[in-house]
């Protein structure tokens, strides 16, 4: 399956085998494609049931083992050692979602104030591990952020 150059840069940021929690994940590209091709355990979380549904559709299409849920945000979602993605929403929708005593790897891809969302990430004792500028007909910044003091 082809990714578009911003989704695939993400999944190259993701280790073979690891567990992932995409939130707004729309149609779930980004998950088929890590199952798929670097056998990881993805949760496509959506708050719109039509994306879960076109999700879910999509990996049977592609016959793919994801599971799919419609969900706000983590609200309510157990988390242990997943990589959560966020992408392709704001900076102020992305500190929603992770308001809390958040402790997970993060991948965010904002397309909105990303200084706000580096400070944000300070703020929650992150820091930021890998930051990638993707141009694909737009620019995209793609930050991979870790808790703690940087190594
Ligand atoms: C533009 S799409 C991005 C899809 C994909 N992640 C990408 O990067 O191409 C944004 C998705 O986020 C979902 N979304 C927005 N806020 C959300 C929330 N609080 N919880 C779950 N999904 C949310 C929307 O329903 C929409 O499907």
Do not use: W
């Not at 707004?24 to 890590?34: N, Q, R, S, V």
Request: net charge positive.
């Amino acid at each position: 399956m082809k990714l578009s150059k911003r989704l695939k840069a993400i999944c190259d940021l993701i280790p073979k085998n690891s567990n992932v929690v995409d939130v707004g994940a729309d149609h779930a590209f980004l998950d088929i494609y890590l199952n798929k091709y670097k056998n990881c355990n993805c949760l496509a979380i959506d708050k719109s049931k039509y994306c879960t549904n076109t999700a879910i559709n999509n990996a049977q299409k592609f016959n793919a083992h994801i599971k799919a849920v419609t969900n706000d945000g983590l609200n309510n979602i157990k988390l242990n050692d997943e990589i959560i993605v966020i992408s392709g929403m704001g900076t102020k929708n992305i500190q929603k979602i992770l308001n809390f005593d958040i402790k997970n790897d993060l991948i965010l891809s904002s397309h909105t104030n990303i200084e706000d969302l580096k400070q944000f990430l300070k703020e929650k004792h992150y820091y930021i591990d890998k930051e990638l500028i993707i141009s694909d007909g737009k620019t995209y910044n793609i930050i991979y952020a870790k808790k703690g003091g940087a190594s």
